[in-house]
């Protein structure tokens, strides 16, 4: 009985203390403290088995094509860069802040396999700043990253620099006005009040898969009109079924991000002009 008595008291006292440490504010949450000893190792433990098991189901697709691992170049660039560095290209200031840092991956250590890796990418890591790029992209465009993550150990700066500029010379200059309902755009100056209606009208309408310098499920916009023609920029607002199914550059494109389309916008021509705006005046920095 006594016996019992102080099993029962040690615990009510191991459960007081730990509420004390956690309320009294002594645990620190900086991400410049070290952790607490033993705690990458379980961290790294734990992520280690969770992943070999839940990836035994995945099987990869043919990842050898070169045109894979461009695609996926680009769009490592876009999203992972920050964190995870390339060959020739450092971590961001994001990526030497967290805790854990993020593992520069052309190092290639620990060896995760295509299906492993594959996961990482779609399922995310807990409690660290390793994002599930799963809820935004489909599998197919994971694959495409995962293509590159397995080749970079093997890739010097400048090969790595080449197949991103690859990717980037593929989506360069295009001088055609696209399909759709916009023969001619005339230009003037930039209007200000064009613009910032534009603005409104971006933010509501298009941030959501595109952002200005970042690729998200749509390309990067903001220095479309350096690359496009504004007629081509106005059709795919007012006709983005249209340029899929006729516009053979667009057709591609919709194979590089996972067969994603864009949807129709529900703007009518005055609306698209005021995006056009907008996109002009961003350009101009
Ligand atoms: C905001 C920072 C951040 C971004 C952006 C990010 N990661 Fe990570 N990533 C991390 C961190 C931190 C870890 C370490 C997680 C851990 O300790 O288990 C990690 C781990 C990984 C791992 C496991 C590697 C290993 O050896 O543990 C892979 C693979 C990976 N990331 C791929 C990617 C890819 C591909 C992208 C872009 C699509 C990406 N990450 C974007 C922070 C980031
Ligand atoms: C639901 C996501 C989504 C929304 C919303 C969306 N887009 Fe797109 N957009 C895409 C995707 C995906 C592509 C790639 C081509 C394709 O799949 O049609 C694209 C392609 C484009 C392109 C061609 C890019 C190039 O490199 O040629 C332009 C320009 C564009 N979008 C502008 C806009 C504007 C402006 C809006 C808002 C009025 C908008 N998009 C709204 C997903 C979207």
Redesign the pocket.
């Known amino acids: 009985m006594k016996f019992v008595v102080a099993i029962c008291s040690l615990l009510v006292l191991v459960v007081a203390g730990f509420f004390v440490t956690l309320y009294s504010g002594l645990i620190g949450v900086a991400a410049t403290t070290p952790d607490p000893p033993g705690m990458d190792w379980v961290?790294?433990t734990g992520?280690k088995y969770s992943i070999q098991r839940h990836s035994k189901t995945i099987r990869p697709p043919d990842l050898s094509s070169p045109d894979i691992a461009s695609a996926g170049a680009r769009?490592?660039q876009g999203?992972?860069v920050?964190?995870?560095g390339a060959p020739g290209v450092p971590r961001s200031s994001?990526?030497v802040g967290?805790n854990?840092?993020?593992?520069l991956?052309a190092e290639g250590?620990?060896v995760?396999t295509a299906a492993q890796?594959f996961l990482?990418?779609k399922s995310g890591?807990k409690m660290?700043?390793?994002?599930a790029?799963g809820p935004s992209y489909p599998d197919s465009v994971l694959w495409k990253?995962?293509a590159l993550?397995k080749k970079m150990p093997s890739l010097s700066a400048d090969q790595y620099r080449d197949l991103a500029q690859a990717a980037v010379a593929e989506v360069s200059m295009r001088d055609d006005k696209g399909v759709g309902p916009v023969m001619k755009v005339v230009l003037g100056p930039v209007n200000g009040g064009m613009a910032s209606r534009g603005g409104v009208l971006f933010k509501s309408k298009c941030s959501v898969c595109h952002g200005l310098s970042q690729p998200l499920s749509g390309p990067a916009v903001g220095g479309i009109l350096g690359q496009r023609t504004p007629e081509y920029v106005m059709n795919m607002m007012l006709n983005p079924g249209g340029m899929e199914e006729k516009d053979s550059f667009v057709k591609k494109m919709v194979a590089d991000y996972g067969d994603l389309v864009m949807p129709q916008t529900g703007l009518d021509s005055t609306q698209a002009r005021y995006i056009l705006e907008y996109l002009r005046n961003a350009a101009k920095g």
Do not use: Q
């Open positions: 961290l790294f992520s769009l490592y999203l992972c920050a964190c995870h994001v990526g967290l854990p840092v993020p593992p991956l250590k620990p995760w890796t990482f990418i890591v660290t700043g390793m994002p790029f990253i995962t993550v």
